[in-house]
């Protein structure tokens, strides 16, 4: 059974930073894509970061951009989001998504696998 677990969220204030975690299990995503979305209250689940198989690419939201880094670490299976400069505008729960394949996508579509989410919330 595949399982995501997401870890690292909490409350900090604005221009704080935390780091997200996913672990993996159940099988391995190695050269699978994985990314990260974020759903705020009353609003759709919005993407913010995607990573490649390979890790050779990533995609990001323009809004978090120069603020979040995404990295894997295949050996463990994990993913990481961090995030930097954090504004009110990223409290949210954040989720993290496995795909089928190795391309990174933007799309809700086009991840098989969702972690349970867990909360960020940025205080001004």
């Known amino acids: 059974q595949v399982q995501l677990v997401e870890s690292g969220g909490g409350s900090v204030q604005a221009g704080g930073s935390l780091r997200l975690s996913c672990a993996a299990s159940?099988?391995?995503?190695?050269?699978?894509?994985m990314a990260w979305f974020r759903q705020a209250p009353g609003k759709e689940r919005q993407f913010v970061a995607s990573?490649?198989?390979?890790?050779?690419?990533?995609l990001m939201e323009d809004s978090v951009k120069g603020r979040f880094t995404f990295s894997r670490d295949t050996a463990k299976n994990t993913v990481s989001l961090q995030m930097n400069n954090l504004k009110p505008d990223d409290t949210a729960v954040y989720y993290c998504a496995a795909g089928q394949g190795p391309y990174a996508s933007r799309t809700y579509d086009g991840y098989a696998y969702w972690g349970q989410g867990t909360q960020v919330t940025v205080s001004s």
């Open positions: 159940g099988r391995t995503f190695l050269n699978y894509a």
């Open positions: 990573i490649s198989g390979s890790g050779r690419t990533t």
